[in-house]
């Protein structure tokens, strides 16, 4: 029997060097038989009122922000979700 649980959002506004930055981070999780497995992982990164070259420069802070908690969680599947983690930025 599985039991599936309501995906959990988090959305939070922080200000980097002056910049606003939005996140929305959704995660889902399946619980089978009491073990947990994570079946979706999506960020969204919404980064209002910057150029290109600044973009490029914030990915490597995004990365510092996000990427150390995720490597924390104990999932089998975390790591293939961060290898193959997208931001997309508007």
Request: proline content about 4%.
């Amino acid at each position: 029997m599985s039991e599936s649980v309501l995906p959990m959002f988090s959305s939070r506004s922080f200000i980097v060097s002056g910049l606003t930055l939005r996140s929305l981070i959704h995660f889902e999780f399946i619980f089978v038989y009491g073990v947990r497995k994570c079946s979706s992982f999506i960020l969204l990164q919404v980064v209002d009122q910057i150029s290109q070259h600044h973009l490029l420069k914030r990915l490597s802070l995004i990365h510092c922000i996000f990427l150390p908690p995720l490597s924390k969680i104990r999932c089998p599947y975390v790591h293939g979700f961060i290898s193959g983690l997208s931001i997309l930025f508007h």
